[in-house]
């Protein structure tokens, strides 16, 4: 996951508004700081809300459920449903129906707190997932209007034309992605594992190699991006159901969320393998990977606004 997140294209579009590298340097940081303490702490979530059912809610009275446990379940049965099938007015394990989209929200009043806070924590998730969308979709329609219309298809186009077609492709791409989810091809916690390990895969090997390996080249890069992201599609393609995939077929038992851990190896490998085999890159790319990896250089010009 924390591979993953070093390499997803909104996060590091983030990084371009900093106006020096060494301030890039400090939000890199402290970016994987605060996403390092969420992923984290939310197996200590889970931990607790699992305390919570079993030490309160099971073996408790039906004539004295939780209050949140009342609440939650007069809301969405499908989030939360408990019926007294032995009819014995105990509530028991088996009898509970618990949707893991209500732990989080049902957390702060099963702490105590007011049923607001309840709302607070839905609006943050709402914000994450809006804050994440735009830029995801922002990342694609910038890349495809500048690298594919404009570099290889139109290099004369003109600012205007494509800025035009750069909003043309966000059209374009939202109506695929909303397509896709439509499909349900799984639930939130696949999707964004699968997000996050084909990051992992296709930029992670790249970035690192390319920035902190001055031998790396352009076809090295490019064979391990096919590469590495080749091997996570397949493994994805082969283990998981939605796509005709079996369990039987995992390596090491490695679910399909998690195949990441093989695409990111493999195109380290390819990188390293491609690029010895190919020629050396040129001297100005070898200086532009030193003006990246050192904030300060002897010379170098201040980019910082006036």
Known sequence: MMIGTAALPHILMRYYTTPSVRQARKSVFWSLFFIFLLYFTAPALAVLAKYEVYHFLVGSSFAAL???????AAVDPTLLSITDFNGDGIVQLAEILLGGDIIVLATPEIAGLPYVVSGLVAAGGLAAALSTADGLLLTIANALSHDLYYKMINPHATTARRVTVSKMLLLVVALIAAYVTSLKPGNILFLVGAAFSLAASAFFPALVL??????????????????????????????????????????????PI????FGVPIGIITIIVVSLLTPTPSREVQELVEHVRYPNLEGDIDTRAT
């Open 210 to 255: 390319g920035v902190f390996w001055k031998r790396a080249n352009k076809w090295g890069a490019i064979t391990g991006m096919v590469a590495g992201l080749g091997v996570c599609m397949y493994y994805m393609y082969t283990t998981y159901p939605f796509f005709g995939g079996v369990a039987t077929a995992q390596w090491f038992n490695m679910n």
């Open 258 to 261: 998690s195949a990441g851990v």
């Open 66 to 72: 939780p209050a949140w446990a009342a609440n939650w």
